[in-house]
């Protein structure tokens, strides 16, 4: 069985948990149940998720600088503060317009 990081409450910045790295995606689960996941994610500018599904809806809140994303062929440029939903089972991808970070929350039930 996987060692689980115990979860601790304390205040903390959610860009300072993650760096960008060159040329990359980077990830960081915070939290994985079998209700869902939230993850933590630095797209260096450029760098993409090509189209996919995925079983579940998610929300994807932009934590720094601006992300194109794809869902059903519907376009959205977002920037930091904002957000959207990816309803269950809908083509979506992901392109860096500049270095961002996002927070993904994904729901399982």
Same mark, same amino acid.
């Given at each position: 069985?996987?060692?689980?990081?115990?979860?601790?409450?304390?205040?903390?910045?959610?860009? @300072?948990?993650? @760096?960008?790295?060159?040329?990359?995606?980077?990830?960081?689960?915070?939290?994985?149940?079998?209700?869902?996941?939230?993850?933590?994610?630095?797209?260096?500018?450029?760098?993409?998720?090509?189209?996919?599904?995925?079983?579940?809806?998610?929300?994807?809140?932009?934590?720094?600088?601006?992300?194109?994303?794809?869902?059903?062929?519907?376009?959205?440029?977002?920037?930091?503060?904002?957000?959207?939903?990816?309803?269950?089972?809908?083509?979506?991808?992901?392109?860096?317009?500049?270095?961002?970070?996002?927070?993904?929350?994904?729901?399982?039930?």
């Amino acid at each position: 069985m996987k060692n689980k990081p115990k979860l601790e409450a304390k205040a903390t910045q959610l860009t @300072d948990l993650i @760096d960008y790295q060159e040329g990359s995606v980077v990830s960081r689960t915070l939290i994985e149940k079998d209700a869902g996941t939230v993850t933590l994610f630095a797209f260096d500018e450029g760098q993409r998720l090509s189209e996919h599904t995925a079983p579940y809806d998610a929300m994807v809140q932009v934590l720094e600088g601006e992300v194109n994303v794809r869902i059903s062929g519907k376009p959205f440029l977002l920037r930091a503060g904002e957000m959207t939903i990816m309803p269950a089972n809908q083509p979506h991808a992901l392109y860096a317009v500049t270095r961002f970070k996002m927070l993904l929350t994904m729901i399982r039930a």
